[in-house]
């Protein structure tokens, strides 16, 4: 399996057919408990998977969240320090 295929199915195996039920930026004691100054964005899903954006895969801080649609184009969910 290529690496492409391997994380496509990791990806659909959180996120396929859920559904978000909540949107909020990361609490103080979750920003603690990652070591981060820069506060994301997180999502949680109708299973109770919590997702969040870091700024690498090495989870060093948080990070913003790009998306585009008809009215943003350019579209982003920032940080905030």
């Given at each position: 399996?290529?690496?492409?295929?391997?994380?496509?199915?990791?990806?659909?195996?959180?996120?396929?057919?859920?559904?978000?039920?909540?949107?909020?930026?990361?609490t103080?004691?979750?920003?603690?408990?990652?070591?981060?100054?820069?506060?994301?964005?997180?999502?949680?899903?109708?299973?109770?998977?919590?997702?969040f954006?870091?700024?690498?895969?090495?989870?060093?801080?948080?990070?913003?969240?790009?998306?585009?649609?008809?009215?943003?184009?350019?579209?982003?969910?920032?940080?905030?320090?």
């Amino acid at each position: 399996m290529s690496t492409i295929k391997f994380w496509e199915k990791e990806a659909k195996d959180v996120l396929l057919n859920k559904t978000i039920v909540e949107v909020r930026y990361l609490t103080d004691e979750e920003m603690e408990m990652m070591g981060w100054y820069k506060r994301p964005l997180s999502f949680i899903l109708n299973d109770g998977t919590i997702c969040f954006l870091s700024q690498d895969d090495e989870g060093n801080d948080g990070g913003v969240m790009f998306f585009q649609n008809d009215e943003h184009p350019n579209g982003v969910l920032p940080v905030i320090s």
